[in-house]
DNA sequence: TTGACATATTGACAATTATCGATACAATCA
DNA sequence: TGATTGTATCGATAATTGTCAATATGTCAA
């Protein structure tokens, strides 16, 4: 349940993506909920792309619930991610670097 | 000194560009290292337009010597990067986040 | 000054990707 | 059943970006 480090950079390498990403955080949202979230400028075609994006990365957490589909951060994956970026390129400051118990930085595959 | 969460990302989101890091990590290498060390599959002038992604990003340290730039990691810049993300997309989980003192998770600017 | 070397820049091309409109699919409702 | 709603997929297009060859720029040495 890891993930490659490009792929998660590629995730949230775009505006709309991270603006998606503001509005999934601690919150669920049905896909329609967040094109309404962005005030119309994206559609709903362009919002499913993205959610799909992140869900490839591990980055959205999906819950299936009659025709709606919600999706939240997945903030373990974020954080996870993060960590293992710190101890590929910041090996100096990793051992400074404290991270929850249960978050893994190191690839688990 | 701070840095665009997005461009951020965008500057990690290759796979060259990584390996560069990798190769950058703790070490300060002239670009024709670096071209050297990718084993001649890059081209010098693609990796030079790297290097200055990566420097837009704040991402490398850079030292002027003679003709040559030697590039280097900027081991705190990425971790204040990934710091802040994790405050932004993370945050019930950033309160357990330790970082080094001398890392500043919040936009300066 | 001339030549050699290190790096940056330019222009072109190919690959990737963000976006949209149209449509398909699936679940609910009348 | 048929109509409606929520979401995903498809095909096309435009924008971005990675890559290269050629060249420019800047620095050092003879």
Redesign the interface.
């Known amino acids: 349940m890891s993930i490659d480090?490009?792929l998660f950079?590629?995730a949230?390498?775009?505006?709309t993506r991270?603006e998606i990403?503001?509005h999934l955080?601690?919150v669920w949202l049905s896909v329609n909920d967040v094109v309404e979230r962005l005030g119309g400028r994206i559609n709903q075609p362009t919002v499913s792309h993205h959610l799909k994006k992140l869900e490839e990365a591990n980055l959205v957490l999906v819950r299936q619930e009659g025709r709606n589909r919600f999706y939240t951060?997945n903030?373990?994956q974020?954080?996870a991610c993060?960590?293992r970026?710190?101890h590929?390129?910041?090996?100096?400051?990793a051992p400074?670097?404290?991270?929850?118990d249960d978050?893994e930085t190191r690839r688990s595959e």
């Open positions: 480090p490009v950079a590629k949230l390498a775009d505006d991270q990403m503001k955080c601690c951060l903030q373990q974020l954080t993060c960590g970026l710190i590929a390129f910041a090996p100096d400051l400074k670097v404290i991270l929850p978050i």
